[in-house]
């Protein structure tokens, strides 16, 4: 597992920061060895940190001895937090836990980490104008938002913090919506009634480079199904018939 202790965090994030304002421009080709001289680290500190930097898209594929920089990529993704304030709902968070957690296989898989790597899991109850809507588990790999755990998510879309805070842009998502029986603390967190099931959304966020950022389990409680179409607008289908059904 990652020392995340030893991890030059100081030092990407100090990256990051050139890349996002130009002082790294776009199109710069450096050699490692010349650019970890440049900011004073060893050459070690710097290739730790190159993967997580080409995960964010921030620069291309290592090629050899060669950092060459892409920049920061533009938005395109809006996060559900802007769907609902689009939709004149107001959103809000409250983060129950944040901890770092060993990468097990599925994880592993699903963001392309080696088994036992340091992940940040983020357990949250999402609301809508005050109405507990869901209960999310996101993970998302330690090195890309070393700190997390100190940033306050309450009023705050946890993809436009990515990018503000960590230069983590997201530039596609896929999503997979299925309804199931609750699991996890569903039924305390949603205040389920008995045999309720929940939309279950799979969430994979995507940088710039086609790697995988965040995967969110998202599970939404019934009572919360007419906000679907402003919030999760590819499972409208799913729950229109659900409700077709039942009537």
Avoid at 12 to 39: C, F, M, W
Avoid at 49 to 63: F, H, M, V
Wanted: with cysteine.
């Amino acid at each position: 597992m990652l020392d995340i202790k030893a991890y030059p965090s100081d030092l990407q994030k100090q990256i990051e920061n050139d890349i996002r304002h130009g002082s790294l421009a776009t199109g710069s080709e450096i050699p490692v060895s010349q650019i970890a001289e440049r900011y004073n680290a060893s050459v070690d500190a710097f290739e730790r940190i190159i993967p997580t930097l080409y995960r964010k898209g921030l620069i291309n594929k290592p090629d050899g001895e060669i950092f060459c920089v892409s920049g920061l990529p533009q938005a395109k993704i809006e996060s559900v937090f802007q769907f609902a304030e689009k939709a004149k709902l107001s959103p809000s968070t409250v983060v129950r836990e944040v901890s770092v957690i060993a990468a097990d296989d599925f994880l592993s898989k699903k963001l392309n980490v080696e088994s036992g790597e340091a992940m940040y899991q983020q357990v949250r109850t999402r609301l809508i104008d005050g109405q507990v809507i869901a209960n999310q588990y996101n993970f998302i790999p330690y090195t890309i938002c070393p700190g997390l755990e100190t940033i306050d998510l309450s009023q705050r879309s946890f993809q436009a913090t990515l990018a503000q805070e960590y230069s983590t842009i997201v530039k596609r998502i896929e999503e997979t919506y299925v309804l199931g029986a609750p699991s996890r603390d569903d039924a305390s967190v949603l205040d389920l009634p008995a045999e309720a099931n929940v939309l279950i959304v799979e969430r994979m966020s995507f940088s710039a480079s086609d790697m995988p950022l965040v995967f969110a389990d998202i599970h939404v409680n019934p009572s919360a199904f007419h906000y679907v179409k402003n919030l999760w607008p590819g499972a409208e289908k799913l729950i229109s018939t659900i409700q077709e059904n039942k009537a």
